[in-house]
């Protein structure tokens, strides 16, 4: 007779991730002061005829664009959490929105790159000391966001042992770290350039800076964007994976033969085990050291021959 266990009549599907509130307001905070830089770098580019602050200023207003994308995934995934159209929440939506932020990323990445070589065969007159003024003044905003959305660890032993690596796992946030780590990226090197042009002559150092930095960016971008369309594809975690077929089969006669596991938000992960010569309920207390799962659907047969139920 087959058991089939699917983790009580009566459960929610909201996986947000327990930081899901709080980080909310550190990337609407992130993105006010995105947006009052942003707009006074393209004040101080037109004031000090500044082609390099102009250019800084709007490389800035599209990471603005995206923070404000991480922001409103967010809200969005609060709003909607408990509808349930959304049969497994809306714990992807920030890595959605990671995913968008990564193209975005990529593609300022390119547009550097070839803003850098137009300079090298064209190299432009820049007002080195104002533009060094407000390049410094961007990297402290950039700083300062960086420590807002920055991985904190003061209160991680309060938690379950799965959430000490929320951070990395909120591909939502991770995406609006790594738009702030590229503009301070991009601000160190402007600074270098300029300094560099102001004191030693050399103009060149300006475009030079510019192709390392659309490098190092481009090399974020990628990285993001698997990490993001794993969770959107569903692709499995090799380690949990391997810990629940370790509980399950090791030491006892059951065998699982069929395992689905993927992601359903920074909250953990959803599996549905099928399993041969045991009982739900045996399987189910096996895999309660499993932190990752928070949503488990178990299939048990008492022999292979025995076909699934209608």
Same mark, same amino acid.
């Given at each position: 007779?087959?058991?089939?266990?699917?983790?009580?009549? =009566?459960?929610?599907?909201?996986?947000?991730?327990?930081?899901?509130?709080?980080?909310t307001?550190?990337?609407?905070?992130?993105?006010?002061?995105?947006?009052?830089?942003?707009?006074?770098?393209?004040?101080?580019?037109?004031? $000090?005829?500044?082609?390099?602050?102009?250019?800084?200023? $709007?490389?800035?207003?599209?990471?603005?664009?995206?923070?404000?994308?991480?922001?409103?995934?967010? &809200?969005?995934?609060?709003?909607?959490?408990a509808?349930?159209?959304?049969?497994?929440?809306?714990?992807?939506?920030g890595? &959605?929105a990671?995913f968008?932020?990564?193209?975005?990323?990529?593609l300022? =990445?390119?547009?550097?790159?070839?803003?850098?070589?137009?300079r090298?065969?064209?190299?432009?007159?820049?007002?080195f000391?104002?533009?060094?003024?407000?390049a410094?003044?961007?990297?402290?905003?950039?700083?300062l966001s960086?420590?807002?959305?920055?991985?904190?660890?003061?209160?991680?032993?309060?938690?379950?042992?799965?959430?000490?690596?929320e951070h990395?796992?909120?591909?939502?946030?991770r995406?609006a770290?790594?738009?702030?780590?590229?503009?301070?990226?991009t601000?160190?090197?402007?600074?270098?350039?300029l300094?560099g042009?102001?004191?030693?002559?050399?103009?060149?150092?300006?475009?030079?800076?510019?192709?390392?930095?659309?490098?190092?960016i481009?090399?974020?971008?990628?990285?993001?964007?698997?990490?993001?369309?794993?969770v959107?594809?569903?692709?499995?975690?090799?380690?949990?994976?391997?810990?629940?077929?370790?509980?399950?089969e090791?030491?006892?006669?059951?065998?699982i033969?069929?395992?689905h596991?993927?992601?359903?938000?920074? =909250?953990?992960?959803?599996a549905?085990?099928?399993?041969?010569?045991?009982?739900?309920?045996?399987?189910?207390r096996?895999?309660?050291?499993?932190?990752?799962?928070?949503?488990?659907t178990?299939? =048990?047969?008492?022999?292979?021959?025995?076909?699934?139920?209608?």
């Amino acid at each position: 007779m087959e058991q089939s266990d699917v983790g009580g009549m =009566a459960h929610d599907h909201v996986f947000l991730g327990r930081d899901h509130d709080r980080n909310t307001r550190r990337v609407l905070w992130v993105v006010l002061l995105t947006l009052t830089m942003m707009v006074g770098e393209i004040v101080a580019g037109v004031v $000090f005829n500044s082609m390099a602050l102009l250019a800084d200023g $709007f490389h800035m207003a599209t990471h603005a664009g995206a923070l404000t994308v991480a922001a409103f995934a967010y &809200l969005l995934a609060r709003r909607y959490a408990a509808e349930r159209r959304f049969t497994f929440g809306t714990g992807k939506v920030g890595d &959605l929105a990671g995913f968008a932020s990564s193209l975005v990323l990529g593609l300022v =990445a390119l547009g550097i790159a070839v803003e850098s070589a137009l300079r090298f065969l064209n190299p432009q007159p820049v007002a080195f000391s104002e533009a060094t003024a407000i390049a410094v003044l961007g990297l402290l905003v950039n700083l300062l966001s960086a420590v807002l959305l920055g991985p904190d660890h003061h209160h991680d032993h309060h938690h379950e042992p799965h959430d000490h690596a929320e951070h990395g796992h909120d591909n939502n946030l991770r995406s609006a770290y790594v738009h702030v780590l590229a503009d301070a990226l991009t601000s160190v090197l402007a600074i270098a350039a300029l300094l560099g042009g102001r004191f030693l002559g050399w103009v060149w150092l300006d475009p030079a800076m510019g192709l390392v930095g659309a490098a190092v960016i481009a090399v974020w971008s990628w990285s993001l964007m698997r990490a993001a369309s794993s969770v959107l594809l569903d692709m499995a975690d090799p380690h949990v994976e391997g810990e629940i077929r370790e509980l399950v089969e090791d030491e006892t006669e059951a065998r699982i033969v069929d395992l689905h596991l993927w992601r359903v938000g920074p =909250a953990g992960h959803a599996a549905i085990v099928s399993v041969v010569g045991d009982d739900a309920d045996n399987v189910r207390r096996r895999l309660r050291p499993v932190h990752e799962i928070v949503h488990l659907t178990v299939e =048990a047969r008492a022999s292979a021959s025995q076909p699934p139920a209608a």
